[in-house]
Nanobody, 126 residues
Framework: QVQLVESGGGLVQAGGSLRLSCAAS????????MGWFRQAPGKEREFVAA????????SYADSVKGRFTISRDNAKNTVYLQMNSLKPEDTAVYYC???????????????????WGQGTQVTVSS
């Protein structure tokens, strides 16, 4: 298993930006596809973005496309989620996840991911 630790969450006004980071514990991170999911109060956890092992293949939920960007730095064992033009409906706990079985083609389904971080809170005020 790979251990994942998210950081970068916080409180921001609508229209602002945040950059989330997810640091992995193992060098085998470089072979994993990585994803970001979020869960708002009273709602189911939903897909946000994912990236393949090389960073060349990405996928985004329609609700964040054009505003969020997922990237990775394999030398640092870290995946990022740059969030711009934030909206109150983006308020949620954000989780990063690792998929060791899908290194090049990122999945939108949470059941394909093997390891999960503890989550970081993002709150967007109006």
């Amino acid at each position: 298993q790979v251990q994942l630790v998210e950081s970068g969450g916080g409180l921001v006004q609508a229209g602002g930006s945040l950059r989330l980071s997810c640091a992995a514990s193992r060098r085998t991170f470089t072979t994993y596809a990585m994803g970001w999911f979020r869960q708002a109060p009273g709602k189911e956890r939903e897909f946000v973005a994912a990236i393949g092992w090389s960073g060349g293949s990405t996928s985004y939920a329609d609700s964040v496309k054009g505003r969020f960007t997922i990237s990775r730095d394999n030398a640092k064992n870290t995946v990022y989620l740059q969030m711009n033009s934030l909206k109150p409906e983006d308020t949620a706990v954000y989780y990063c996840a690792a998929d060791r079985g899908r290194p090049s083609n990122p999945s939108r389904s949470q059941i394909t991911y093997d390891s999960w971080g503890q989550g970081t809170q993002v709150t967007v005020s109006s």
